[in-house]
């Protein structure tokens, strides 16, 4: 087996375990276990849980990102863009909730942490707003946003996207998340007069 899928095999098992139990509950014996490998194999491709564990959540949103650009560039006009790029972090999220537990947990933890994991998680974090915001800009330039500060705005966006994902119930379903979302942040709670 080649080292790259080695190291795919590792992230999957360690992800689901993250997603059983707390942190320090998880050993690594129980990840080299899971992933049908020798620990000195695990070692060979991690350091020690916290790099893996990096590296499980890591990996995670740079997929995210990965298909929240592809999907934008698929779209026709910004609107199209726009509910792009929420549909696929709240489907993302919705398939991978393990990433969506991590991820909050590392947003929470970014103040903290090895500084060269901070640097790396939080240019994946600024691309997803910056990919937000290009959107917004490009519907400003054609009217059809009002954008008055595209950055805040997008992370007003991505916010609103978390909370969601956060209370999410699962009667609805990810269209209708995705409708709620964009219908409260493209409108406003703002009672527009008919004249």
């Known amino acids: 087996m080649k080292s790259a899928d080695r190291r795919a095999q590792i992230l999957s098992a360690a ?3 993250f ?19 020798a620990k000195g194999t695990l070692y060979s491709h991690f350091a020690d849980k916290e790099e893996l564990y990096f590296a499980v959540v890591f990996d995670g949103i740079c997929q ?3 298909r929240l650009r592809e999907e ?30 991590l991820m909050a947990a590392e947003d929470a933890r970014s103040a903290t ?13 600024d691309d ?25 705005q997008a ?3 991505r916010g609103m996207v978390r909370s969601v994902l956060m209370s999410r119930t699962d009667e609805l379903g990810v269209e209708d998340h995705v409708d709620i979302i964009l219908e409260s942040f493209l409108q406003g709670v703002h009672h527009h007069h008919q004249d």
Not at 76 to 97: E, G
Not at 113 to 125: A, F, L, T, V
């Open 128 to 152: 997803q707003i910056s990919a937000i915001s290009d959107v917004l800009e490009a519907g400003a330039k054609t009217g059809v946003f009002r954008v008055t500060h595209a950055h805040v």
């Open 19 to 37: 997603e059983q139990r707390r942190f320090d509950e998880v050993l690594m014996d129980d990840i080299a276990h899971a992933a049908s490998v």
């Open 64 to 66: 995210l990102n990965t």
């Open 15 to 17: 992800a689901r375990l």
């Open 72 to 101: 934008a560039a698929h779209a026709s006009d910004p609107p199209a863009q726009l509910r792009a790029i929420v549909h696929a972090i709240v489907a993302f999220f919705t398939d991978n909730r393990v990433f969506f537990r």
């Open 113 to 125: 942490g090895r500084s060269d994991h901070r640097r790396r998680w939080q240019r994946q974090r």
């Open 155 to 157: 992370e007003i966006l």
